[in-house]
């Protein structure tokens, strides 16, 4: 016989909680950023943008999307974040009113490149005549 697990985060999105969290984490990790608590060389002077934040259903674990302005170095930019993770957490936890401080986990943001592909496609002229015809 099966066993069925009921999980309703993944049909019905995250919660108010899951939202809730992802906001604070975010505000919080721009302004260590903001603030240059981190000593690594490759974060110094680098302004960094904290897009979103994704917190798993337990909290336990968030999804930090970054990007540095202008694209440039990000892969080095994330590796970099990656390596701070423990004095994030740190500087997180004392921040934070939360019962467990989730694991953080750095992905460089690609939706900026998205937008800007979705922006070159609507002023393609066929599109737009397309549009303006509805």
């Known amino acids: 016989m099966k066993k069925t697990t009921k999980n309703f985060s993944k049909n019905f999105g995250p919660s108010n909680r899951q939202l809730r969290v992802a906001e ?48 440039k170095n990000a892969q ?26 989730p694991d953080i986990r750095f992905i460089e943001d690609e939706s900026f490149d998205q937008m800007d592909q979705t922006t070159k496609l609507l002023q393609n002229p066929t599109v737009q005549r397309d549009v303006l015809n509805k």
């Open 24 to 71: 604070l984490i975010r505000r919080s990790i721009s302004d260590i950023l903001i603030r240059n608590d981190l000593y690594e060389d490759a974060l110094t002077n680098v302004p960094i943008t904290v897009s979103e934040v994704r917190c798993s259903s337990d909290l336990k674990l968030a999804t930090v999307f970054v990007l540095p302005l202008g694209g």
């Open 76 to 101: 080095t930019v994330v590796k970099s974040l990656a390596k701070q993770k423990s004095t994030i957490r740190k500087i997180l936890g004392e921040n934070l009113n939360l019962k467990f401080v």
